[in-house]
C-alpha cells in the first residue's frame, strides 16, 4: 500500500505561485503514473493534470495549460505541481493520485492511491 503525503498548499494572492508536493511511502514510485486532481468548494473533483511513469509526457486540463507544470522526481519518490499565474478559481483542495496500471487517465476512478490532500486558496 503507498502511502501519498501533498505539501506546499496555502493562501496566495491572486497572480502568485505555489509548488505542491507529493511524497510517496514507496520506492517503487516510479512505477506508477501520477495525476493531480482538485475538488473545488461544491464540485465535484476534476483532473488537473498527469504525467507518465518516466516523466517524460504530461497532459493538462484546459484551465491550467499554462500555467500549471507537473513534473516527478523518481529518486526523491516526490511528484510536483508547479502553479503560476494562480485565480481565484484556482481555489480547490488539491490531491495527488498513482496509477498501478499506467493508463495515464484523466479519470479519478482509474487512480488506485490518493494523498490527504492540500488546501489551496487565492484571494482575488
Known amino acids: 500500500q503507498v502511502q501519498l503525503v501533498e505539501s506546499g498548499g496555502g493562501l496566495v494572492q491572486a497572480g502568485g505561485s505555489l509548488r505542491l508536493s507529493c511524497a510517496a511511502s514507496?520506492?517503487?514510485?516510479?512505477?506508477?503514473?501520477m495525476g493531480w486532481f482538485r475538488q473545488p468548494p461544491g464540485k465535484e473533483r476534476e483532473f488537473v493534470a498527469r504525467?507518465?511513469?518516466?516523466?517524460?509526457?504530461?497532459s493538462y486540463s484546459d484551465f491550467v495549460k499554462g500555467r500549471f507544470t507537473i513534473f516527478r522526481d523518481n529518486v526523491k519518490n516526490t511528484g510536483y505541481l508547479q502553479m503560476n499565474s494562480l485565480r481565484s478559481e484556482d481555489t480547490a483542495v488539491y490531491y495527488c493520485?498513482?496509477?498501478?496500471?499506467?493508463?495515464?487517465?484523466?479519470?479519478?476512478?482509474?487512480?488506485?492511491?490518493w494523498g490527504q490532500g492540500t488546501q489551496v486558496t487565492v484571494s482575488s
Open positions: 504525467i507518465t511513469r518516466s516523466g517524460t509526457i504530461t
Open positions: 493520485a498513482l496509477d498501478q496500471r499506467n493508463s495515464f487517465s484523466r479519470s479519478a476512478g482509474d487512480y488506485d492511491y
Open positions: 514507496e520506492r517503487t514510485f516510479s512505477n506508477y503514473a
